[in-house]
């Protein structure tokens, strides 16, 4: 019974140290776990691996540095003093295309035949006209030489008495000398001489001014006939430019609205391009960022895809085309084989020199004076680190290094934007 009774008995305590050991080791496990996740959260990712064949490198280099831009896009295009825009002088209408752009044309080539049936009228009309001048010049000639006879008969006769006369008091004096004839005889002699004297040299005075007068009426029409043979030339030149030719040999080049046969064209259309061979120059599009720096004189290169022909640049368009200026390069070489007008070519320009500076291929992401983040292998060339690299000028392919990199370091140059949320990789 007693034995009993003391079994039945509580023992609350061995409860409660129960429940706290239970709630110790509770919270234990809580602290272990925070720490161990506090632990993993602070562990840094792995460095992500990266194939090494598909990246591009480049080892940072010392030495001179040519800075270059290139053209986006660029053609052959004919220059200014190679050109022959061959015009309509009449309205007329095409009749017969006799060569196609591409041919060789010379000055006897006909390019293509015109008409114009007013032309032909005008044309008519001039050529009268001008038989009609020169017939009226000849009829005044004939009468202006029929007065002007007239008026030499006149004067003849007078030159004639006056000789006579003179004469007369002549010897009427000697007669006067000598006593044989009164002084009232030999004035009357001598009176008359006078007076005709004066007549002789009135008439040789209106002879003269008769044949000015001849002079100026002949120049008046002599005017309308050079007036008619001026617009007989015009009608004949524009009547001859019905057969559409060149003055110069060259090809015949595309029109960019090119006409057809039985097509209508005004005065001053253009029907006909012709384009010396090997008179050529490269029209380069630049990119308008890059194009500041360019200026007349500078050396280029031309690669028409057959050969590289060097040049120099000789205009810069002012105006700004979808982002783009057109730069004009002038060859200093030879064209080779096909290099036709519309060519599509590349073109280089040498900027500048620079001298010992320090330099490495450009990146793919890289834009001149800035700062740069790029990968720099690391010396067991199995892995590489993210560094900040200052690059100043820049060329087609190659960038100047301010900081950040030294000579002899190898860096990679491809787009690692994928990789911008780590620092280190490991290459494969």
Do not use: C
């Not at 030999?186 to 005075?205: F, I, R």
């Not at 096909?338 to 599509?344: F, K, Y």
């Amino acid at each position: 019974m007693l034995v009993s009774m003391a079994m039945d008995i509580a023992r609350p305590d061995i409860k409660q140290k129960k429940k706290r050991r239970t709630m110790l080791w509770s919270s234990a496990g809580i602290v272990v776990v925070a720490l161990l996740a506090l632990g993993v959260s602070r562990l840094k990712p792995a460095a992500p691996t990266v194939d090494r064949s598909t990246i591009w490198t480049d080892t940072v280099k010392r030495g001179p540095l040519i800075r270059q831009v290139r053209s986006s896009t660029g053609m052959l295009v004919p220059r200014e003093d190679a050109t022959e825009l061959i015009p309509a002088l009449t309205d007329a209408t095409v009749v017969r295309i006799r060569v196609l752009p591409g041919a060789q044309v010379t000055p006897d080539t006909i390019i293509m035949d015109l008409a114009d049936p007013e032309l032909q009228q005008e044309l008519l009309n001039a050529q009268l006209g001008l038989k009609a001048a020169q017939a009226d010049y000849k009829s005044l000639q004939a009468q202006l030489d029929s007065t002007l006879m007239d008026k030499k008969t006149a004067a003849a006769q007078v030159n004639a008495d006056y000789t006579q006369d003179e004469l007369q008091a002549q010897t009427d004096k000697a007669l006067y000398d000598l006593g044989v004839i009164s002084g009232l005889t030999y004035e009357k002699s001598k009176s008359t001489a006078d007076q005709l004297t004066v007549q002789h040299q009135l008439s040789q005075e209106q002879l003269e001014v008769n044949q000015k007068a001849i002079l100026v009426q002949l120049a008046s029409q002599q005017t309308k006939i050079d007036q008619a043979k001026a617009l007989l030339d015009l009608y004949e030149k524009q009547s001859q430019a019905l057969d559409v030719r060149s003055s110069i040999s060259g090809t015949l080049a595309p029109l960019a609205t090119p006409v057809q046969v039985g097509q209508h064209v005004t005065a001053g259309t253009s029907v006909a391009e012709v384009v010396q061979s090997g008179k050529l120059k490269a029209a380069l599009q630049i990119a308008e960022t890059q194009a500041r720096d360019i200026q007349l004189g500078q050396p280029a290169s031309i690669d028409t895809h057959n050969g590289i022909i060097p040049g120099h640049v000789t205009r810069i368009d002012p105006a700004v085309v979808n982002g783009t200026r057109t730069v004009d390069v002038e060859l200093d070489g030879p064209l080779p084989p096909g290099a036709v007008p519309q060519l599509s070519v590349d073109g280089t320009i040498d900027l500048e020199r620079m001298k010992d500076v320090l330099f490495v291929g450009r990146p793919a992401l890289g834009n001149e004076n800035s700062t740069l983040s790029l990968f720099r292998i690391d010396p067991d060339g199995k892995t590489a680190t993210r560094v900040s690299v200052k690059v100043g000028r820049a060329s087609v392919e190659d960038i100047q290094v301010l900081s950040g990199l030294k000579e002899d370091d190898t860096v990679i140059l491809s787009d690692m934007s994928r990789y911008d949320n780590v620092d280190h990789i490991r290459l494969d």
